[in-house]
């Protein structure tokens, strides 16, 4: 599997997203905790078809640290569970997702 470099860990600051391109789509990268997890989905909003998930909120499902991380879309505020992008709001949609890792202190892409 071949991985690209997308931006270093440190350029996403901890519960906060980005937006990056990839193999020309708008993905959004999310940091919920200050650790070296991050979780990459689709930038574009399935109800507004508008390229903004990476402003969204991030949020947890059980609100203590120990739930599934989700997004919520800055625009109409439906949640996506940031792993597999199913939407909590509306059974039918559901947000792209992509492999992330971090490698050496860089956030890559498959």
């Known amino acids: 599997m071949k991985w690209t470099t997308i931006c270093e860990l440190t350029d996403i600051f901890p519960g906060t997203g980005v ?3 990839h193999k020309g ?3 959004a990268l999310f940091r919920p905790l200050a650790d070296e997890i991050v979780y990459a989905v689709s930038n574009m909003d ?3 078809d508008v390229s903004a998930m990476s ?3 991030i949020g947890e499902t ?3 640290k120990s739930g599934d991380f989700y997004v919520a879309s800055p625009l109409l505020k439906q949640r996506f569970l940031l792993t597999s992008g199913k939407c909590l709001d ?3 949609a559901s947000l792209k ?4 890792r ?3 202190s860089k956030v890559q892409l498959s």
Do not use: I, M, N, W
């Open 19 to 21: 937006c990056a391109l």
């Open 97 to 100: 997702t992509f492999k992330v």
């Open 25 to 27: 789509e708008h993905v």
């Open 90 to 92: 509306d059974a039918d």
């Open 62 to 64: 059980s609100g203590d």
């Open 46 to 48: 399935p109800f507004s």
């Open 55 to 57: 402003r969204g909120l």
């Open 102 to 104: 971090v490698h050496d």
